[in-house]
């Protein structure tokens, strides 16, 4: 394609272009330019070479390929400038911050009074029995910063060691879970099924591979969710969409989510609002929590 666009940057700018001194030199264009032959114009009493076998020809070469640059420009709209922060675990300047230390201001349990989990400088810890807690705030479509660390001090197996969840669109009104939740899990070391494992989309699923690192130590989840949308009349017009790195490992890529989570019987979809709030689980395991951050998307 170079030589092409050179051919024709030297066609349209400058006026004193006369054609080629040599026919091997049309003919290398003509080929280019899918057309056959050459043809030549006099000049003083020069003889110059033109790609394809008639002008006319060669004018119609020409319009069957953008010869601009510019054409395939788009300028509008120019992407606001944000800072991104040092690294990936900041907080870029757009986003809106979860937790970052010392309260849970952002966060209620589900029956909307003040979330009882247990914060300590920079993270805060499930308090067993206390129940989910959802953000005040209500998202769609976004990305999701989170990170966990599961109990060093290992009690139980499966399901039962590091078993917490992220949820997004989680109903406040719905009596049992109604998001859609990627789960949060010490699958160190600890065979459980693999749709229910770390970073699965629980009981959809399962992760690409298991980035998982020990219990006790600190990991993330970095979320890009696509809301589904619903007709007026509550049915299903496109399903959410879901990408997850987990501790920088792409682990779900782009999976279709098949409905809100269940534990038993299959998923399906029941309509919601466009925005709902974001939950994370009380699954009685002490899973602790730092610098949350989400943008709208
Ligand atoms: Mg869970």
């Known amino acids: 394609m170079i ?39 006099n000049d003083n009493d020069k003889i110059f070479y033109f790609p394809c076998s008639s002008e006319s020809e060669l004018q119609n070469a020409y319009q069957e390929i953008e010869v601009e640059p510019t054409v395939t420009e788009i300028w509008d709209p120019e992407p606001d400038v944000i800072n991104p922060g040092n690294s990936f675990r900041d907080a870029p300047s757009d986003a809106i911050i ?50 966990f660390k599961t109990p060093e001090n290992i009690k139980s197996k499966g ?47 399962i992760p690409l591979v298991n980035a998982s690192k020990k219990p006790g130590e600190w990991q993330s989840y970095d979320i890009i969710f696509k809301a589904p949308i619903f007709s007026e009349r509550g049915s299903l017009e496109s399903p959410a969409y879901v990408t997850v790195f987990h501790n920088g490992v792409l682990v779900q890529n782009n999976v279709q989510i098949q409905g809100y989570v269940k534990f038993i019987g299959y998923p399906e979809y029941k309509a919601h609002p466009p925005k709902l709030p974001l939950k994370l689980q009380d699954h ?13 998307l």
């Not at 349209?12 to 080629?20: H, R």
């Not at 998001?179 to 229910?196: P, W």
């Not at 002490?286 to 951050?293: A, E, F, H, L």
């Open 284 to 296: 009685s395991n002490k899973v602790s929590y730092r610098n949350i951050w989400v943008r709208e």
């Open 3 to 41: 030589p092409l666009l050179l051919f024709f940057l030297t066609i349209n700018f400058q006026s004193d272009f006369k054609g080629f001194s040599s026919k091997d030199e049309a003919l290398y264009y003509s080929e280019l330019l899918k057309c056959e032959g050459y043809f030549t114009k």
């Open 98 to 147: 979860l937790f970052s230390k010392d309260n849970l201001n952002e966060w209620v349990h589900k029956n909307g009074k003040e979330a009882k989990w247990i914060v300590k400088d920079d993270y805060f810890t499930v308090n067993p029995g206390t129940g989910d807690i959802l953000t005040k705030k209500s998202f769609g479509s976004c990305q999701l910063h989170v990170e």
């Open 159 to 205: 399901q039962g060691r590091g078993n917490s969840g992220v949820y997004f669109m989680e109903d406040p009104n719905s009596p049992g879970d109604s998001g859609y939740e990627i789960q949060v899990l010490d699958s160190y070391e600890n065979r459980t099924y693999s749709n229910g494992q770390a970073a699965s989309v629980y009981k959809q699923h």
